[in-house]
């Protein structure tokens, strides 16, 4: 990417004392560069046991907010002379459509270098343009509407399951993950199911899990959040922006005893 879309990567967060972060951008920041070369002699399984090692250490190493650079990469040279790049960043800086344009982008210079050419770079669009989009924004409506919409909601929607004691969980921790794949046949079945009804598979999956949370917490009026992409905004170019526009909003799902589910 080009500058614009670079300088976004490389912002600091500078929390004032209103207590709100903001995004500061420092010209001629860089990002933390790193290398590292895992000798040729050694073991595979040494190798691999280092290159683990790295990654774990990458990931523990966190970022402060008040100092910036907010991106960093580590090229790591493996046995066999092939060269791994490792790219980490604060999820503050940019979202995940971003990332695909901004690696999109480093692929696209690569092979034009690997080549002997001249990258040829698509124009960045201004992340500011968006900033000052938010900034105009009366807030008043949707304020009036979140307040209604969340109307008689006095406590968070909790599992009801007991933590266990004296164990604290640091924000560097790394937590497990569960991944369920629907087969070809089930994803077919719940596709027919939604538009059937006149649903997205979204609604479904939203109306299943607030249904499950409800019965964790014993409870029939649950909120959760849902994260949107946030371009939907009027904004010239949002498209191909890169920096944060996700936003997580409340959704509430209410329902009585005698209801039935589709």
Same mark, same amino acid.
């Given at each position: 990417a080009k500058k614009d879309s670079v300088d976004t990567l490389l912002a600091a967060a500078d929390l004032k004392e209103t207590g709100q972060a903001r995004s500061v951008v420092a010209v001629g920041c860089l990002a933390e560069r790193y290398g590292a070369e895992l000798a040729d002699s050694l073991p595979e399984a040494d190798a691999e046991a280092r290159w683990e090692a790295l990654l774990r250490?990458? +990931?523990?190493?966190?970022?402060? %907010?008040?100092?910036g650079r907010l991106l960093r990469v580590t090229l790591v040279r493996k046995p066999g002379g092939r060269t791994w790049m490792v790219q980490t960043q604060h999820h503050a800086v940019s979202d995940g459509w971003s990332g695909a344009m901004v690696l999109g982008d480093l692929q696209a210079a690569y092979k034009a270098l690997r080549a002997g050419e001249k990258p040829a770079l698509r124009d960045a !669009?201004? +992340?500011?343009? +968006?900033?000052?989009? %938010?900034?105009r924004r009366d807030l008043t409506a949707p304020e009036a509407f979140f307040r209604a919409y969340l109307s008689g909601v006095d406590t968070p929607t909790r599992l009801g399951l007991s933590r266990p004691e004296g164990r604290r969980v640091e924000a560097s921790r790394q937590h497990?993950?569960?991944? !369920?794949k629907l087969s070809e046949a089930e994803t077919e079945a719940l596709s027919s199911f939604a538009k059937q009804h006149g649903l997205t598979v979204n609604t479904v999956v939203q109306g299943a899990l607030s249904l499950l949370l409800g019965r964790y917490a014993g409870r029939s009026d649950v909120v959760l959040g849902a994260t949107t992409s946030g371009r939907s905004a009027k904004v010239s170019g949002i498209e191909r922006m890169v920096g944060l526009f996700i936003n997580t909003l409340p959704l509430r799902a209410r329902w009585a005893t005698s209801d039935r589910v589709v």
């Open positions: 250490k990458d +990931y523990h190493a966190g970022f402060d %907010l008040a100092k !669009v201004p +992340y500011e343009r +968006y900033i000052a989009w %938010l900034s497990p993950s569960l991944q !369920v």
